[in-house]
């Protein structure tokens, strides 16, 4: 016993350090396994709080630039208000018709250096977010909602290694998975495009149907180039996104209002 | 409560809050996030309490992880230079480190250099294996410690001439 505790004694910061990296250890690998750990992420009350304080300030800096982005949206939705096709409306559709819903957001904090970057959002559970919807910018995808917290949310941006997105080629309406390969933080890569697909440089990839989280044909970026891969059975694609990802200032959610039909009606089949 | 602890907490806030808001989102050239925060190490009293410098470097490194969304990565390699600390500080000083009076301003400036690159070094490397985590990424690897860390290196010793402590 005496031998134990003398032990013990001598090897007490060895027995520390064991001890705290097992539970850093353990915190690493299980955020890695499954979704990030419930509170161990910027979501929190405390991170949350000091990035908006630092957002509110920075802000200010780029209002210019925002406004020009917003000016050029409004542009190209009233060019297709204006240029649509004159038809005779029998009825007038219900708000609860609609199949998805906007909410808007500021980023608070962003990251792209990494290879599994996230970026935080100053709107949740009280604005109704909630995991697995989609987020987007005026040009274009930025990724999915992986944790909530009532004030502020945390979005797997594209550009992580965990994220796959559907994903197709506009004119061909042939599908695959976005992945990142962690090089640039602008261009990202399109798979499992079959061989037999022909494929231009230059060509819009926009997200599939096969996503309940994105909505079909919102853009993503043009193919910059491609080869085949190792098995010569199907194309590694490099995108170059719509989106600088460097400048990501606001955001729009999207609400899948059909999400828990489709989900209950899927997992009747299973 | 004397004075020196408050100092250390203070340096701690300073760290954290330059690390996450200033030189997380430098990302120069791209992928540079020089990270300073390695300074909390090289300022740490010599013969302090070990037992309480590791749970000091867990909460620090927690702390980052807690802003950046990077799991608990930092704490990992914040942890194990914590631990290897003393082990580096033998070998840049040599027998000097054991005297009892043995203070860091009394070691020459290639000394203290070479020790703050040893704990970078180490911290990048584990941290960069770890964010990655993959073998057959390892040239990547290898870039990001030497740049990043080249990086690093630069900015905490600018940091550190800025805040030193008058010598003599």
Redesign the interface.
């Given at each position: 016993m005496q031998q134990i505790i003398n032990f013990l004694i001598k090897n007490k910061n060895g027995l520390l350090y064991v001890f705290l990296l097992t539970i850093a250890l353990g915190l690493t690998v299980q955020s890695n396994s499954y979704h990030q750990s419930k509170y161990f992420n910027s979501t929190n009350w405390f991170a949350g709080n000091i990035y908006q304080t630092s957002s509110n300030i920075t802000t200010y800096f780029s209002l210019e630039q925002e406004n020009k982005t917003l000016l050029d949206e409004n542009k190209r939705l009233r060019h297709q208000l204006f240029n649509q096709a004159l038809e005779f409306i029998d009825s007038i559709p219900l708000d609860t018709t609609l199949s998805y819903n906007l909410i808007t957001a500021n980023v608070v904090k962003n990251s792209y250096s990494l290879s599994k970057n996230y970026i935080t959002i100053n709107a949740g559970q009280k604005q109704g977010l909630e995991q697995d919807m989609g987020v987007m910018t005026a040009n274009g995808i930025i990724g999915i909602i992986e944790r909530t917290s009532p004030k502020f949310s945390i979005i797997q941006s594209i550009l992580n290694t965990k994220s796959t997105i559907n994903a197709k080629l506009k004119n061909s309406n042939y599908f695959g998975s976005l992945v990142w390969d962690t090089k640039d933080f602008n261009t990202v890569q399109l798979t499992d495009i079959p061989r037999m697909v022909e494929i231009k440089e230059g060509d819009t990839v926009v997200t599939g149907a096969m996503s309940s989280i994105f909505p079909e044909n919102i853009p993503i970026g043009t193919i910059t180039d491609y080869s085949l891969n190792t098995s010569e059975n199907s194309y590694n694609i490099n995108i170059s996104l719509f989106q600088d990802m460097a400048n990501v200032k606001n955001v729009y959610i999207i609400k899948n209002e059909n999400l828990t039909e489709l989900n209950e009606l899927e997992k009747g089949i299973e | 409560m004397n004075s020196k602890t408050i100092v250390h907490i203070i340096r701690f806030f300073f760290l954290v809050?330059a690390q996450?808001?200033v030189f997380?989102n430098l990302?120069f050239l791209?992928?540079?996030?020089p990270m300073i925060y390695i300074l909390y190490f090289y300022w740490y009293p010599v013969k302090e309490n070990?037992?309480i410098l590791?749970?000091a470097s867990?909460i620090l490194?927690?702390t980052i992880?807690?802003?950046?969304?990077?799991?608990?990565?930092h704490?990992?390699s914040c942890?194990?230079i914590?631990?290897m600390r003393s082990g580096i500080m033998r070998f840049c000083f040599g027998v000097n480190y054991d005297f009892q009076n043995f203070k860091l301003a009394s070691t020459t400036t290639l000394q203290q250099i070479t020790f703050l690159a040893l704990l970078i070094l180490f911290h990048h490397f584990i941290f960069f294996f770890?964010?990655?985590?993959s073998f057959s990424n390892l040239l990547?690897i290898l870039k990001k410690v030497l740049i990043v860390g080249a990086a690093s290196l630069v900015l905490s010793l600018l940091i550190r001439s800025l805040f030193s402590i008058q010598k003599k």
């Open positions: - | 809050l996450v808001l997380n990302n791209g992928f540079i996030n070990r037992a590791l749970l867990f490194g927690l992880d807690l802003f950046s969304d990077t799991m608990a990565i704490t990992v942890l194990t914590a631990y770890l964010e990655i985590f990547l």
